[in-house]
């Protein structure tokens, strides 16, 4: 993963010594995956695209239970945020929705990081 911060800084009094600068930062970190999923294999698809139909991308019954489920999680905390009248209601929703990983996900996660500094340029 990474991330990049560019910043001028303007000279207040500019000499020959003393000048505008344009600095271009990235910062570059690598994090552990703490789920691994065994079953799916990072090199060899199920099937051939070719052989997909679209009907099989679509939802079953279970996972579009679970969407609503999750939905509604989702929408109830927006109405409290946004509506006054359910504003009351704020304390008692959920704020995280729970899943198999939960525990697992509430870890620190363990990264290695490294600040670059790609440009300075001068201006």
């Known amino acids: 993963m990474?991330?990049?911060i560019d910043l001028m800084?303007?000279?207040r009094i500019q000499s020959a010594e003393h000048t505008n600068r344009s600095?271009?930062?990235t910062q570059q970190y690598a994090v552990t995956n703490r789920v691994v999923?065994?079953?799916?294999s990072e090199v060899t698809p199920r099937k051939p695209i070719a052989d997909i139909e679209m009907s099989e991308?679509?939802?079953v019954a279970v996972?579009?239970?679970h969407l609503v489920s999750h939905w509604a999680v989702l929408i109830s905390r927006v109405i409290t945020k946004y509506l006054k009248a359910f504003k009351p209601?704020?304390?008692v929703i959920i704020y995280h929705i729970p899943h198999k990983y939960s525990k697992k996900m509430a870890e620190k996660s363990e990264s290695?990081?490294?600040m670059y500094m790609a440009h300075s340029g001068l201006h």
């Open 89 to 91: 209601f704020r304390d």
């Open 2 to 4: 990474g991330d990049n």
């Open 57 to 59: 991308l679509l939802p």
């Open 112 to 114: 290695v990081s490294h």
């Open 63 to 65: 996972v579009q239970d």
């Open 9 to 11: 800084i303007h000279a």
């Open 23 to 25: 600095l271009h930062w």
């Open 37 to 40: 999923e065994l079953h799916l």
